[in-house]
């Protein structure tokens, strides 16, 4: 009992850090994203740089949810908690492509210093390129595969009663609605960064805080981590291990 509390603490613990290190990360880097001539203006590094950071530790914290949870998650369903593990590294990885393209825009300002007017308009138009990709790594890996994420966990915690029901009901609905959002955003009906789109994140983000907070102060439910326990012993009867 004393390690499952703790693996709740933990994962609660890495919850907060990622939505503590998404929203830091976007704020400080922002520049890079908002100004199309940031490749040939004066630039706000150290920031970016500073940003760059936050989003590492942000991957850090997405692989850890997956992997802190996965002994407590493969007792409901292996396949589908071992799924999540490898959808939460899939959702890394694209964090970190994101942030690699914004750090290069970086790289070829302080490159690029001196160059003459004539290179400007290359230039410019590398770096829309660079953020181009950025956008498309911030629509699948915090939308797409959040939002399938969302689901897999938010079922399997409904599931098993890990977790009072309507946490477990606020991450099947934010899943569901912030990849009904992301495909919208794919075919152009709003943009990403826009009130439709910001509305459509909230279900998803207080899902992760609500169910970070809940298992950091109750853990999970008791009773549900007794009936896993019993439904152990009782296999364990049926299939006694030899030798």
Not at 83 to 100: H, N, P, S, T
Not at 102 to 113: P, T
Not at 141 to 170: E, H
């Amino acid at each position: 009992m004393v390690s499952t509390r703790r693996t709740a603490v933990v994962a609660g613990a890495f919850f907060l850090v990622t939505e503590v290190a998404a929203i830091g990360g976007l704020a400080l880097y922002g520049p890079v994203l908002q100004d199309a001539d940031y490749v040939v203006g004066p630039g706000a590094d150290t920031r970016v740089f500073l940003g760059a950071l936050f989003e590492i530790v942000l991957a850090a914290a997405v692989v850890g949810t997956g992997v802190v949870l996965f002994p407590i998650l493969k007792k409901q369903n292996e396949g589908a908690a071992l799924g999540y593990v490898c959808a939460r590294l899939l959702e890394a990885a694209v964090i970190i492509v994101g942030i690699i393209s914004v750090l290069s825009v970086v790289k070829l300002r302080r490159e690029s210093g001196g160059s003459a007017d004539s290179d400007a308009a290359s230039l410019v138009t590398a770096g829309k390129t660079l953020v181009a990709i950025h956008d498309w790594t911030f629509l699948m890996g915090p939308n797409f595969i959040l939002g399938a994420n969302s689901l897999v966990l938010a079922w399997l915690m409904y599931r098993a009663g890990l977790v009072p029901r309507f946490i477990a009901v606020l991450g099947l609905v934010g899943g569901a609605l912030i990849c009904a959002s992301a495909t919208g955003v794919m075919f152009g009906l709003y943009e990403q960064v826009s009130v439709a789109g910001s509305i459509a994140a909230i279900p998803v983000f207080a899902w992760e805080v609500s169910l970070a907070v809940w298992l950091i102060a109750k853990g999970f439910e008791p009773a549900a981590l007794l009936r896993e326990n019993s439904e152990g012993k009782r296999e364990e009867v049926r299939h006694p291990v030899i030798g």
